[in-house]
């Protein structure tokens, strides 16, 4: 099923590091290992924000607690 193209978004690596608060570099080191899911469009990356979020969220679910 094709979804519209208004609902897909897609994130630079700029914006992603802005959200993760780390550098490009760290993160395109993060992809380069497939730690972060991503892909080329152009010979750019881009992050698919619904895959982003999945991410972040079992991250957040791995971590260890501090404390």
Do not use: C
């Not at 897909?8 to 290992?33: F, G, P, V």
């Not at 972060?36 to 260890?64: H, M």
Request: proline letters at 4%; zero cysteines; glycine letters at 4%.
């Amino acid at each position: 099923m094709k979804r519209p193209e208004s609902s897909i978004k897609l994130l630079t690596l700029a914006e992603a590091a802005s959200i993760l608060k780390i550098s490009k570099r760290t993160l395109h080191r993060m992809i380069q290992n497939r730690q972060i899911p991503a892909f080329k469009v152009g010979g750019q990356w881009r992050i698919l924000e619904s895959r982003f979020q999945e991410w972040v969220e079992e991250e957040e679910n791995t971590a260890p607690k501090a404390g």
